[in-house]
Structures are given as structure tokens and as C-alpha cells.
């Protein structure tokens, strides 16, 4: 049956605004809401990054492959991935845990008029099989799941992509050096605080994020990609402690 999707209203950031009682993120409703203005002005490149998924995928997406875009949220980076698929016969899945973002989702994929299909699922991407792929996606997806599940995600990964496809990762790191660390971290924030945001509404998120969100370094990062069956991983993408990698298997 087709619809007509009324586009899902865009609203400022203001969640941590006010002072609050300490408590876990969570992606639920409120937070889907204000999505595409929280994730612009928090990720430092942020939006450079999307359209850059799209020339990514164009490059290296395989006719009659899958696709998969892995903690999709809105859709940003599915539809980057969509417009860089020229292929009628690849498949595209989305996949999100959080129902909220996945409803959303759904609004932002039936606006964007474009001939290949999307499907989205809600469920983790921990038990989501990935088969005969070409490009999969992990746009600040990896850094939300518990480090000790990482591993063997990406090995699944690896496992089920084809020679000569990729996995794009994209993850806020950590630095080795206490003193790089820290430096980064403050232009992190000074980039939040031109983004409008106050010095409480940076400290609460902080306190927030801190048990939910888990940094790695950049080296971790890529020993893990090579371990998991990737054949070279290069940063393509560096703005403060927010990179992105891709990771090619052997063709
Ligand atoms: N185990 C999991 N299973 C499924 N989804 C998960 C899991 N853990 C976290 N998520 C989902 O991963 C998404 C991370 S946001 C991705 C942005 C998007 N890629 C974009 O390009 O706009 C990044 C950020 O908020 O920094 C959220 O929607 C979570 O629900
Ligand atoms: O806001 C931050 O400080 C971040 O590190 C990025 C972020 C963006 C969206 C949700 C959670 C974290």
C-alpha cells in the first residue's frame, strides 16, 4: 500500500540543557527526536563523513551484493549508501536496536525517492547475519557495543564480506598519550560549545555517555581489523577523536 510520509518534525538539541539526575543514554524516543541536530553539532566531520559514504560505496559496492548499514539510527548514512549502489539486483539493510530510530527511519527512507529497496530491521547487530556483502557499514555503531563483543562482530564481518569488499568504520578514539588525549578532548568540546552548546549541557552529556560509549585507540582499532580478516585498514578520515577507517578484504 502506498503512503505519504510527513517528514518527521527537526527540532533542537536541548536534552541536556536543564540540570538532571545522572543517568545512562539511551537512543529512545526523545533522543531520536532531536537526532540529526544532536549527531551535527556532537561529531566533529560528522557531515563531511555521510556524503563521503556514498563515494565510498560507489567504489567498492559489487553488483548482486548486500549491503549493511549497522546501527542505521535515521537513516543518514542507509541513504548515502543507497544513492552510491547503481545495481537493481543488491540488496541494502538497515539494522537498529532502537524502535524509536527505527520508526523514524522509516519516514526519512520513503521520502527519499530512489529505485532500490531498503530494509530495515530492528533488532542488535549482534545477531544480525551478514552474508555475501560487499560494503558494511559501521558509522559510530562499534564504539556502543560492549568492547568485549567487538571482536567477534567484526570477525563475522570480515567473514561475510566478499574479496575485494569493505567495511566502513567510523568511531570516536581514545589517544595512548594523557596529553594528546586531553588536548583532543578540549577542541572536542570547544567545537561543541561553537555548536551552541553550553558548558552543563557538555558535562551532563559527558557523565552520560561515559559508561555507554567506550573509546578506543586508533591502534586497537586497526590490529582488531586485521585480526578479524580484513587485509589493510587506512584512516581516510580525521577530525579530533572522531576517525574513519576503511578496512578491505583481500580480492
Ligand atoms: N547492539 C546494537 N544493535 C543495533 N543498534 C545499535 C546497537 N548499539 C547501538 N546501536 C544503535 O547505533 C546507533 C548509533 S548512532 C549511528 C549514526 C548513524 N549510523 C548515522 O550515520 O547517522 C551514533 C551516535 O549516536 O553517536 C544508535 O541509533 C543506536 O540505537
Ligand atoms: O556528544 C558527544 O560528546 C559525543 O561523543 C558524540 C555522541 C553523539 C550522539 C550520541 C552520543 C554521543
Redesign the pocket.
Known amino acids: 500500500m502506498s503512503h505519504n510520509p510527513t517528514p518527521p518534525q527537526q527540532e533542537t538539541d536541548r536534552l541536556f540543557a536543564t540540570p538532571r539526575e545522572p543517568a545512562d ?1 539511551r537512543f529512545d524516543a526523545s533522543v531520536a527526536r532531536v537526532f540529526p541536530d ?2 551535527r553539532r ?2 566533529p566531520g560528522y557531515t563531511t563523513i555521510i556524503p563521503m559514504i556514498e563515494v565510498i560505496t560507489e567504489q567498492y559496492v559489487q553488483p548482486g551484493s548486500h549491503c549493511y548499514d549497522l546501527g542505521c539510527s535515521l537513516g543518514a548514512s542507509t541513504l548515502a549508501m543507497r544513492h552510491g549502489i547503481p545495481y537493481r539486483d543488491c540488496t541494502l539493510v538497515g539494522v537498529d536496536n532502537s524502535s524509536a530510530m527505527i520508526e523514524r527511519c522509516e519516514h526519512y527512507i520513503a521520502l527519499d525517492d530512489h529505485p532500490l529497496p531498503v530494509t530495515l530491521l530492528c533488532e542488535d547487530i549482534l545477531d544480525t547475519p551478514i552474508r555475501d556483502a560487499s560494503v558494511t557499514t559501521l558509522n ?1 555503531t562499534l564504539q556502543f557495543v560492549a568492547p568485549e563483543r567487538r571482536a567477534a562482530l567484526l570477525s563475522r564481518i570480515a567473514e561475510g564480506t566478499r574479496p575485494g569488499g569493505v567495511l566502513i568504520l567510523s568511531e ?1 578514539i581514545r589517544f595512548e598519550s594523557a596529553v594528546e588525549q586531553d588536548i583532543q578532548t578540549r577542541l ?1 568540546h570547544e567545537f ?1 560549545r561553537a555548536n551552541g552548546y553550553s558548558d552543563l549541557e557538555i558535562s551532563q ?2 557523565s552520560a ?1 561515559e559508561q555507554v ?1 567506550i573509546p578506543e585507540t586508533l591502534a586497537a582499532h586497526r590490529e582488531r581489523l586485521l585480526a578479524a580478516g580484513f587485509e589493510r585498514v587506512m584512516v581516510w578520515y580525521q577530525c579530533f577523536n572522531f576517525v574513519s577507517m576503511l578496512a578491505i578484504k583481500a580480492s
Open positions: 543514554f544532536m549527531i556532537s561529531v559510530f570516536k572536542h561543541k552529556k559527558r555517555i560509549l
